[in-house]
């Protein structure tokens, strides 16, 4: 299976405090892209880093990626009750994308 | 960024019985995925719908279960064949990739009784 691990599975955090996510893939990428999706509905797209790219941000989302280690990283930074979903990584390997386990993030008000 | 209408957005259906999903997008797009999401989980890759060719299926799904169609370059179908309860899942389809953004359509929720 292409598809990729993220830990943790669950992340509880009080509002203001920084989130962090993890997702580790199996083969060599093209790129990946981190989406969120609220309880069960569709899918937003947040970030795409490509394979030449170690770093990327937009607002308090920043992402990383280590293609030695087949790994990438989300931080949320300042979060929002409103942050409360899930989230996903998903790697594009020969135009099909493959997306990661999920790490469900609850922010407390 | 491409906009993504799905069909029907909710069903419930007997087990045994067909159910055709209907994606349709705003703008001419050559790839289009079809995903499942069971309950609780992650997304699950079905198939590539390939315009003018037979869709390209991954391991674990047929066609015979998953009949796609792709008449041209902004429509695409997904029919869930004999359903069975297993099959209680969200659909998807994404348009996008070779190397951009994948933009999803917003899901049919689908119950097998």
């Known amino acids: 299976s292409q598809q990729g691990e993220e830990d943790p599975q669950a992340l509880s955090i009080q509002e203001g405090e920084n989130a962090t996510m993890n997702c580790s893939y199996k083969t060599s990428i093209n790129n990946l892209q981190w989406y969120r999706q609220n309880s069960g509905r569709g899918l937003v797209h947040l970030i795409l880093i490509r394979s030449n790219e170690r770093e990327k941000h937009s607002g308090r989302l920043r992402v990383t990626l280590d293609t030695s280690k087949k790994s990438s990283s989300l931080l949320i930074t300042a979060s929002r009750a409103a942050d409360t979903a899930s989230y996903f990584c998903?790697?594009?390997?020969?135009?099909?994308?493959?997306f990661g386990s999920g790490t469900k993030l609850n922010v407390k008000p | 960024s491409a906009v993504i209408s799905q069909k029907p957005s909710r069903d419930i259906c007997q087990r045994g019985t067909s159910l055709t999903i209907q994606c349709q997008v705003d703008?001419?797009?050559?790839?289009m995925f079809w995903y499942r999401q069971q309950p609780g989980q992650s997304l699950t890759l079905i198939a590539t719908a390939n315009q003018g060719s037979e869709a390209t299926y991954e391991s674990g799904f047929v066609i015979d279960k998953f009949p796609i169609s792709r008449p041209n370059l902004t429509f695409s179908t997904l029919t869930v064949s004999n359903m069975s309860p297993e099959d209680s899942s969200i659909y998807l389809c994404?348009?996008?990739?070779?190397?951009?953004?994948?933009?999803f359509g917003p899901g049919t929720r689908l119950l097998v009784l």
């Open positions: 998903a790697t594009e390997y020969f135009n099909k994308f493959y």
């Open positions: 703008s001419q797009v050559t790839m």
């Open positions: 994404s348009v996008g990739g070779g190397g951009e953004t994948q933009y």
